[in-house]
């Protein structure tokens, strides 16, 4: 089945730096890579996502870049704010016959400091 | 558009109780759903996946007897967690999939999550 690598664990920035996060992918035929931003006991909030067919996608101040032929897809927030403090976790899905289920990134806990 | 309820939000449970998490779409027809578990600082790992009107598919490692999953309508999935262990407490996230519309086919609409308590 697939499997998802996420780094790093744990991020700390300063308040208007920028944030990268990489995952890796097992699976060359996942096309769906959505990420996720979760706030302690809340639902996973989907904040962008990118499908195969394209390389890089751009939402303000949230980026998502996807290599298929590395097999690896980052997240990058620029100018980030104490707001954006949470855990993001990355996923990957294919369609047809898996049902489109994701499979989940152990998780990145981001910090901003003020 | 796109909501996804689940109820209740909170349950604490003697062991060996069972207790039912209902997940509904409110406002589109769930094709699929998903029931996730999710402890403390750590992922979310996919229990069981269900289509309306067939069994549940269940991720390898999930005992399909504990944990009942019905998928009665197209806006109703529920969890049953049978003879509950304090092993069992955990954040339990439902999600649900509306189908082929267009670039949303993919996407999942998660729940709020229910936070299950065995004493």
């Known amino acids: 089945g697939e499997n998802v690598e996420q780094h790093p664990s744990t991020l700390s920035v300063q308040e208007g730096d920028s944030a990268v996060i990489k995952c890796t992918y097992s699976?060359?035929?996942?096309?769906?890579f959505p990420w996720y931003k979760q706030e302690l006991g809340k639902r996973p909030q989907l904040i962008i996502d990118?499908?195969?067919?394209?390389g890089e996608k751009k939402d303000q101040r949230i980026a998502v870049t996807l290599n298929k032929t590395a097999k690896h897809f980052s997240l990058h927030i620029t100018e980030t704010q104490p707001e954006d403090s949470a855990v993001y976790f990355c996923a990957a899905s294919k369609g047809g016959g898996s049902n489109y289920k994701l499979t989940f990134g152990k998780g990145t806990l981001l910090t901003v400091n003020p | 558009g796109a909501v996804v309820s689940q109820h209740p939000s909170r349950v604490i449970c003697k062991s060996g109780t069972s207790v039912k998490i209902e997940c509904r779409s409110l406002?589109?027809?769930?094709?699929?759903m998903f029931w996730y578990r999710q402890f403390p600082k750590q992922s979310l790992m996919l229990m069981a996946t269900?289509?309306?009107?067939?069994?549940?598919?269940?991720e390898q490692g999930v005992e399909k007897d504990k944990f009942l999953i019905n998928h009665a309508s197209l806006t109703l999935s529920t969890l049953t967690v049978t003879s509950a262990h304090p092993e069992d407490s955990s954040f339990y996230i439902c999600?649900?999939?509306?189908?082929?519309?267009?670039?949303?086919?993919?996407?999942?609409?998660f729940g709020p999550g229910t936070r299950l308590t065995v004493l």
């Open positions: 406002d589109f027809q769930a094709t699929t």
């Open positions: 269900s289509n309306e009107g067939s069994k549940a598919t269940y």
């Open positions: 699976d060359s035929a996942s096309n769906y």
């Open positions: 999600s649900a999939r509306g189908g082929n519309w267009g670039e949303s086919y993919n996407e999942q609409f």
């Open positions: 990118i499908r195969s067919n394209v």
